[in-house]
């Protein structure tokens, strides 16, 4: 496995509920980001976590870090059509000049 | 829009040969990233420049090469093609180096290739 791994790979769910991703990693890292790719097209900063950080809110996002348990989870609340895309953590490698993105989780949010 | 283009969007061409991907910047940005996407593999971190000069290296092949030109536009030349090079080819840039390592990148649109 890689650094950082998304899950679940796929997640399929109603408009209006709530969606949770996590990711996890394996060695120290300096801060984690999530990224939002639409089919086919770049890749989208949704927020940055820094390793001292436990928790960050953007809108309808909230993001949480534990950097004991080397995992990040990325809420989605009240989830709209729009939020259809793939969900991508990032990280860079403490001591290491690697940036390491995960296989992402493909959300459908189903009307 | 995230301010940063790539050319070409599509290329098509046979194994064996050798093409080049072109990325502007944002401007402003110092840093620019290239990454390779494809089904399989994920999206894979190939090379960083930063401000002319290489500032770190991922799963880059030999025969992949990049550099940073002195106007920051950058390329990426992909030679002896195989067919497993088909993948998105993608573009990033930020600000620079500050103190966070890895800083917000804006990608570009990408560019599809395709080798046959």
């Known amino acids: 496995s890689q650094q950082g791994e998304e899950d679940p790979q796929a997640l399929s769910i109603q408009e209006g509920e709530n969606a949770t991703m996590n990711c996890s990693y394996k060695?120290?890292?300096?801060?984690l980001q999530w990224y939002r790719q639409n089919s086919g097209r770049g890749l989208v900063h949704l927020i940055l976590?820094?390793?001292?950080?436990r928790e960050k809110h953007s809108g309808r996002l909230r993001v949480t870090l534990d950097t004991s348990k080397k995992s990040s989870s990325l809420l989605i609340t009240a989830s709209r059509a729009a939020d259809t895309a793939s969900y991508f953590c990032a990280t860079d490698v403490a001591r290491d000049d690697k940036i390491i993105f995960g296989k992402g989780t493909r959300l459908h949010i189903l009307p | 829009d995230s301010g940063v283009t790539q050319t070409p969007k599509h290329l098509i061409t046979a194994t064996g040969q050798r093409v080049t991907l072109r990325c502007s910047p944002r401007?402003?940005?110092?840093?620019v990233y290239w990454y390779q996407q494809s089904l399989d593999q994920g999206l894979q971190f190939l090379i960083q420049y930063y401000n002319g000069e290489e500032r770190a290296k991922g799963n880059i092949l030999e025969r992949f090469s990049a550099q940073q030109f002195p106007d920051l536009h950058s390329e990426l030349n992909l030679s002896s093609l195989e067919l497993g090079d088909s993948a998105l080819y993608f573009c990033?840039?930020?600000?620079?180096?500050?103190?966070?390592?890895?800083?917000?990148?804006?990608f570009g649109p990408g560019t599809r290739l395709l080798v046959l």
């Open positions: 060695t120290s890292i300096n801060n």
């Open positions: 401007s402003g940005d110092l840093s």
């Open positions: 976590i820094r390793s001292n950080e």
């Open positions: 990033a840039s930020s600000v620079g180096l500050g103190g966070d390592r890895l800083e917000t990148q804006y």
